[in-house]
């Protein structure tokens, strides 16, 4: 499809960023990129070399003139900040008597008599 198609098609980042987070490979080479993309290569590669310099992927070159290409870090959805409280498996703030099913509502909407 890319790499053959001959179109000069725009193809948003998220739409490279997905090819990566789609695949069941954790790495892809620019062929890999390119073929499921409707661009062509030489666009997939440049397109790429522009989302590693903001980094949101990785590359390696290996073997010539192949590069493979994987997520950053903090773009994989396994990806845990480990400075974030948020992710740090402790609750941030906590009562210490947990609210009963039934006063949810009181608790999230105020007070309210029906």
């Known amino acids: 499809m890319g ?3 001959g179109r000069n098609t725009r193809v948003p980042d998220e ?4 090819v990566l987070r789609e695949s069941d490979d954790p790495v892809l080479s620019t062929a890999e990129v ?6 062509e290569r030489r666009s997939t590669l440049n397109r790429l070399r522009a989302l590693e310099e903001q980094e949101f992927v990785e590359s390696k070159q290996i073997g010539g003139r192949n ?5 950053s870090a ?4 396994d ?3 480990e400075d974030d409280p948020f992710f740090s498996g402790e609750p941030i703030f ?3 008597d947990p609210a009963d099913e039934d006063e949810i509502d009181d608790i ?3 007070d309210v008599e029906g």
């Open 94 to 96: 906590a009562s210490d």
């Open 74 to 77: 903090p773009e994989r959805e």
């Open 34 to 39: 390119a073929d499921r993309l409707p661009i």
């Open 67 to 71: 590069t493979i290409w994987w997520l």
């Open 108 to 110: 999230v909407y105020g």
């Open 3 to 5: 790499s053959s198609s």
């Open 79 to 81: 990806a845990i900040p």
């Open 15 to 18: 739409d490279i960023l997905s």
